[in-house]
């Protein structure tokens, strides 16, 4: 049975919401089954029928399904320790903050691309679950917004001025993301003013820009780097939302990592502050697959194909001699996938190393006893290293200066080249033994590369999805794919914390699986210190020394 409310209720200025009642056997106890909006605004005012603490709750999380729970103020906490808690993350919308926004029917209804297509639009209930494995009566946990074109746009594409910048570090795939968010635009939705940013955050306020059109970047995706050149920091939010005001620009989509995606959150939200009609889309790039929430980042696939070369070269290398000791290091400074899904991909690997899992030289099962059994073994032995992995034994050798990179990136000592002498140290003046060594560091060819063909397409999606996402009035937004969907995600959630390889999953223990190598932290309670008390316990509880 539902109750219906009556529209007099109800006033919400800049929202969609439909609201219904279902009554339990107890004609008392009543339970709000279902709530849904297509958007949101802060301004959103309901009659005294709702608690204002409950109107606060619906502010912070705007739509919220929750299963037979008491109509009644409630926490986060509170709905999350509940069965079935629903909870979406929304991203922030241009009429949170300009209410009378004209919206305009989506120019893709006459697209021919889109001609045959069921389901041009996605629907605003449509979301994308953050957990997918779940236990019976536990929480149904976050959900984001699933991504993908609108029935309705924000802006006339013949008023449209968007720009792109690609800051931080270079990965394979910017000049393939550069490339289709110029096509999308341009194909899609008609818009004709592109404009390229160079040089990074302060392009905006110390160089020149590009235009761009598809035409010019028509074949800038079979090239590395990027097109629009890059630097680190210069994320003067000030004088880059001048600049976009000055300049007239409405689209701002921006390519970078977690650092470049704070300072697309800090623009975001003086731009919100000044009430401007300025979509702001975060594209992640991170060829380290450090960034939270999205299950990978572009580049990454193609970096682990190219770890291969540099890999197979240092297998062949070692097998072709006698006692034949290879080193590669990749890229990884706080996070080692890279080095994890290359050493799985090769099968020739014996040893990796991670910033997550720390390892020790000396003594029982320490570094230097398993490689000289392996030499023993096999004559040969592969070792691959993340470049910031045991960056606290570099320090004790090396002299150690606490510099920072213009990002704020904490600048890392040569792993691999302090690696490679303390093993020549090791194994000719402690152990007598003629090693044949070989250092390999394929940093800056992995980083050069154009995409591969997987990265090529994923990079179209995520810039489809932002053109999407920005022409619908969405800003303060990231894209990626969670749990293989992709989704609208908060600029702020991605940037909360570093997607790191835990060593309790499966992840890891496929790992020691394949290469059999040593745990390194059972027998050595430092190394034990540095990890975290969960990882300690279901190691003390596994009792593993090596698979």
């Known amino acids: 049975m539902y109750i219906p409310i009556p529209s007099s209720a109800i006033s919400t200025p800049s929202m969609d919401l439909s609201i219904s009642y279902s009554l339990s056997k107890s004609p008392s106890s009543l339970s709000l089954s279902r709530i849904t909006h297509t958007s949101f605004s802060s301004r959103t005012s ?5 608690s204002s603490k409950f109107i606060n709750k619906l502010s912070y999380r705007p739509l919220v399904l929750v299963k037979k729970h008491q ?11 509940q069965d079935d808690a629903f909870i979406v993350d929304n991203v922030p919308h241009l009429t949170d ?19 045959i297509v069921k389901k041009t639009f996605v629907s605003p209930e449509d979301v994308v679950a953050q957990k997918i494995v779940l236990q019976k009566g536990s929480s149904r946990g976050v959900h984001f917004p699933r991504a993908g074109p609108r029935e309705k746009v924000y802006f006339k594409s013949e008023e449209v001025r968007a720009c792109i910048v690609t800051c931080g570090g270079l990965c394979p795939g910017i000049n393939t993301v550069i490339r289709e968010i110029v096509c999308g635009l341009n194909f899609m939705y008609g818009v004709d003013d592109i404009l390229g940013i160079e040089g990074g955050y302060k392009g905006f306020y110390s160089k020149n820009t590009k235009k761009l059109t598809p035409k010019s970047v028509d074949d800038i995706h079979k090239r590395g780097g990027t097109l629009l050149q890059t630097s680190r920091g210069g994320s003067d939010t000030i004088k880059i939302v001048d600049n976009i005001q000055d300049r007239g620009i409405n689209q701002v989509y921006i390519i970078g990592g977690d650092g470049t995606q704070r300072g697309a ?13 300025v979509a702001v889309a975060g594209i992640p790039k991170t060829i380290d697959n450090d960034i939270a929430v999205i299950d990978k980042s572009f580049g990454f696939d193609t970096a682990v194909e190219e770890a291969q070369r540099a890999i197979n070269a240092a297998h062949v290398e070692v097998e072709s001699v006698e006692n034949g000791v290879g080193i590669v290091k990749l890229m990884g400074r706080y996070s080692g996938f890279i080095a994890l899904y290359a050493t799985l991909a090769s099968r020739d690997v014996d040893c990796c190393l991670i910033p997550e899992s720390p390892f020790y030289l000396e003594g029982q099962g320490g570094l230097f006893e398993f490689v000289e059994q392996r030499l023993k073994e096999n004559s040969h032995v592969v070792i691959v290293v993340a470049e910031g992995a045991g960056q606290e034994f570099v320090a004790q050798t090396m ?12 600048l890392l000592l040569d792993v691999g080249q302090w690696l490679t002498q303390k093993f020549k140290d090791h194994f000719t003046k402690v152990r007598k033994m003629t090693i044949n060594l070989k250092y390999i560091d394929p940093t800056y060819m992995i980083r050069a ?10 990079c179209t999606l995520l810039a489809q999805s932002a053109v999407h996402g920005a022409m619908a ?15 609208y995600i908060p600029i702020s ?16 223990a496929r790992l020691l699986a394949s290469t059999n190598q040593p745990s390194f932290v059972q027998h050595n309670d430092v190394e034990r210190e540095k990890l975290d008390q969960d990882t300690i316990d279901a190691i003390d509880s596994m009792r593993i020394t090596s698979i």
Not at 493 to 508: A, G, I, M, P, Y
């Open 46 to 50: 309901l009659t005294p029928f709702f």
């Open 473 to 487: 009035g969405y800003t303060g937004f990231t894209v990626g794919p969670v749990n293989s969907r992709h989704a």
């Open 449 to 458: 590369v154009p995409s591969n063909a997987s990265d090529n397409i994923y």
């Open 71 to 81: 109509a009644r103020a409630q926490s986060r906490n509170e709905i999350d320790s």
């Open 399 to 410: 002299q150690s200066i606490d510099e920072k990179d213009a990002s704020g990136n904490r």
């Open 97 to 115: 903050f300009l209410p009378d926004l004209q919206s305009y029917p989506n120019p893709l209804k006459k697209s021919p691309a889109y001609a």
């Open 265 to 277: 959150n800090a623009i975001y939200k003086e731009v919100e502050k000044r009430g401007l009609q």
């Open 493 to 508: 959630r991605v940037t909360e914390t570093q997607n790191v390889v835990k060593l309790t999953d499966r992840s890891w």
